[in-house]
């Protein structure tokens, strides 16, 4: 069993930047590939980012390419997504989960039904 919790979300102006953590329990965190999902109001629950159990391998959505950035300390057992450059229609509610997958083709990891785990999410909204 794995519990994710996330912080960091708050209100902020576009092309500002926000550092959003998962926290997470369970002494297995380092064997699971962690993603981050987003889900705006009226829209469906969409993938953002993933990393490796190593931190080796990452992969991201197009929207987000070259502004957000994954990482991870599997000593603290915490997940970070790095968002810079934030426009309005990143406004949205950011979750963290967990995928018992340990492989390196994380472009095959951006669907729900990939992960085992969820958090409750944090929120970000940019203002224009």
């Known amino acids: 069993q794995v519990q994710l919790v996330e912080s960091g979300g708050g209100l902020v102006q576009a092309g500002d930047s926000l550092r959003l953590t998962c926290a997470t329990s369970?002494?297995?965190?380092?064997?699971?590939?962690m993603g981050w999902f987003r889900q705006a109001p009226g829209k469906e629950r969409e993938f953002v980012a993933a990393?490796?159990?190593?931190?080796?391998?990452?992969y991201y959505a197009d929207s987000v390419k070259g502004r957000f950035t994954i990482s991870r300390e599997n000593a603290k057992n915490t997940v970070y997504l790095q968002l810079n450059s934030l426009k309005p229609e990143d406004t949205a509610v950011y979750y963290c989960?967990?995928?018992?997958?340990?492989?390196?083709?994380?472009?095959?990891?951006?669907?729900?039904?990939?992960?085992?785990?969820w958090g409750q999410g944090t929120q970000v909204t940019v203002s224009s």
């Open positions: 989960a967990a995928d018992r997958y340990s492989g390196s083709n994380l472009y095959t990891r951006i669907r729900e039904r990939d992960y085992d785990y």
């Open positions: 369970g002494r297995t965190f380092s064997r699971y590939t």
């Open positions: 990393i490796s159990w190593s931190g080796d391998y990452v």
